[in-house]
């Protein structure tokens, strides 16, 4: 082909390579994600203090802005900020009063005037926050709290830092992703960082109706048949099944797909003795995931929550850094234009 | 300007000032706690010297340093590491090398942060004396005055050693 | 800028036909190609022109050009596209029938034409919608509208209720020997979709549309245009394998023709990877596989003309995260550089280019071949293949800022556009 769209590689990174915003983990190499993993383990160690805040965001402005609304995600957000000092302010927008580009625009000008130096973005739209970054606020921090089915970059992190704690490395790994991928953000963040973080092998395993064409491309094998996906498995992380996806024909019943593809604890017994179970929640029980494999011993559920902040603390912090380093270099004029 | 002690010299005279003040007040158990990288070193080897048992703690002040709207977070950021609780302690924080003071206040925040000491006595290697903040070491291995172009760095961990550096012959 | 009798000379011609070896000069008079060479030069003209390197053609037909008008004209008008479209090289435009309120009926044709008469320096040709409102369920007074000047019948990016409605479309317009020109969707297998089902859409997570949402629609058209008898034009096919099934058609006799929006021969899904919303069109860019098949059909003369598919908006328009903006590129001024590029690339011969953008839709509108002989209309477009040019801000004419190639020197630059022999860009 002799031509390509605008396609910005470097919109999250600045010249020398530092992130200035966190949108997608697609070209972050893996000396990136290697040191945000590292920068959460430091942030880790912040949770476990008296005073569990460090003063690195102290008079910075952090906006949650939820076009979708989700408080699990958003609290998150809301804690990481606040450990790190900066102000947080909360904005629920209701997405139909600003379905029209332009009010989206205008609204987030206006929170730029208001000195917001970054804005944590969850949106149903694919590609809303590089829309953010690129065309209209790029003097603020974007970071990527889940848009549409594209990316959910922090969710994915905290599960990376979730396998190196309990394996140490991703080298030589199997992991399978199982269930709705291809309504799944966290699942397509997911497949690019084990990818990128050198696993042996990424397995999805679905019926063909809950994967996106092409899914193969993204590095990964497809298996129908979970018995057969299942074997010799390190980690296995369980899909969020969205109770709407019986309409639209793409699956007969919950009950059909817990038979299929439901972790259960006869299923596990094929993965190796010591896989993981991780799921990024909230957990159906009896649709995704039997409840003895939930609360048993290869669960590692619970544990994403702790690190959940701390990988949002690490990305936070490095992305304000890479902006702060921007803006010194764009003085001594002015910065916001 | 006076002339670089050795290594040797420095650790002996910032061994007895240290074991001198502890004595002043009285402090039997002091919990130490160094400045990563070098204050760790020197922690470890004055926890030698003093024959303590209890672990040094070790503290990585990126998250505290006052410079993040100029220079941004430390890459190579480490996670702090204190192996006891600090409430009611009597800490003695080392450090290398203490010029403006801002490393130092940075320490003291991040300390507080894990629980407040009943004192902290600061040890430093060196002294270059060229203070921004109202904050002075206790104890000192030498007082420096150096010139424009000088810098002093602590290398180690093995030999430790203490070496000047003219950035006009780097140049 | 009107001159009785004007040469041009130092100029090679192409057409679909061939290009000549020798420079030439032609000589135009009263609006008519009247003479070439020893003619021509014996003449005693107006105006001369020299146009050292440059090439002549006939001026270009676009069969899909959204003109905006009537509409409230912020996207455009027909006095800012047509100017557009003269840039671009092009003599004749088809209008889409999609403006507001929608060329349904013979009193919005003529207000179309009107406009176009005192504002427009190209000829505009509108096409009326084939169903009422475009909204697929009743026919639109087919006649009518051909009489107050419609040259075919389209229902736009608009589905058909059912095909029951479709193949009753098909017949009617048949029985007047009316051109319908469809682009193919099935709507249910589209739905919601607005990029490529492919590997960009597995990585960005966009809602896909399926190669099958084009091909199961272009097999049913084709079915119900062999049973009709109506001549059937696919506007805008985007797939290899709609090429193929087209071809076959043809090859059985079936009254088919179709076109191709030049950016499909030059993008591919690929297009999309950085959530640009200049790129959001439909049909969507495809894979690079289908664009080869594309590019082999315009070869093959299968697809038998290159369209703009110009779609102006305002900025606001594309000025949203991918999924809420509106579909189109503003092209109309760029086709000849795009062409021009796949021509340098070797994906297509200078002729099959022209052929497409001249001979090719004259043919499907049954008009008069487009070609450079005398007696006929002075269409020209006179144009540098090693001028370039930049597609950006003042450079372009349209409303539509969002080209499909900005910041970049593109190469083929149009010098002239005659209509009539009435010069029609560059304006003062």
Known sequence: MIAHGSTSPSLQLTHEGRLKHFLTLDGLDRAMLTAILDTADSFIEVGERTIKKVPLLRGRTVVNLFFESSTRTRSTFELAAKRLSADVLNLDINTSATSKGESLSDTLLNLEAMASDMFVVRHSQSGAPHFIAETVTPGVAIINAGDGRHAHPTQAMLDMLTIRQHKGGFEGLKVAVVGDILHSRVARSQIRALNTLGVAEVRVIAPATLLPRDIESLGCKVEYDMSHGMRDLDVVIMLRLQLERMEGALLPSEREFYRLYGLNQEKLSLAKPDCIVMHPGPINRGVEIESEVADGSQSVILNQVTNGIAVRMAVMSMAMSGQVSERVKARPAEVRT | MTALLSIGELLDSLESGLRQRLAERGIERPALIGIRTGGVWLAELLRERLELEEACGELDISFYRDDFSRIGLNPRVQPSHLPFETEGRDVVLVDDVIMSGRTIRAAMNEIFDYGRPASILLATLIDLSARELPIQPDVVGQKLALSGHQRVKLKGPEPLRVELIDTRQQA | MTADSLTISGVRLVTGAGISEQTTTILIRDGRIAGFDKVAEAEAVDRTLVADGCYLSPGFIDLCCNLREPGNGQKGDIFSETRAAAKGGFTTVCSTPDSSPVNDSGAVTHLIRDTAASRSPVHVRPIGAATRGLEGELLSD????????????????????????????????????????????????????????????????????????????????????????????????????????????????????????MHQLVFTEQALAGFDSRFHVNPPLRSEADRQGLLAGVRAGVIAAIVSQHQPHDPAAKRAPLGETAAGLSTVESVLSMGLMLVADGELQLTELIRALTTGPSGILQESPAELKVGEPADLCLFDPTLTWLSDGAGIHSTGKHVPLPQQALPGAVRYTFCAGRQAWPLD
């Open chain 3, 142 to 261: 087919m006649v009518g509208l051909s009489t107050a000047g419609c040259v075919a019948f389209s229902n736009a990016s608009h589905v058909f209720a059912n095909a029951r409605v479709l193949r009753r479309c098909m017949a009617y317009a048949q029985t007047f020997g009316y051109t319908l020109m469809l682009q193919p969707t099935n709507a249910a297998l589209a739905a919601g979709g607005f990029a490529h089902d492919g590997m960009v859409t597995a990585r960005l997570g966009l809602s896909g549309v399926p190669e099958v949402a084009e091909t199961t629609a272009v097999s049913e058209l084709l079915l119900l245009a062999e049973e009709t008898g109506v001549q059937l034009h696919l506007s805008q096919v985007s797939t290899a394998r709609a090429v193929e099934m087209v071809a076959e058609a043809q090859h059985r006799g079936v009254a088919v023709s179709a076109d191709v929006a």
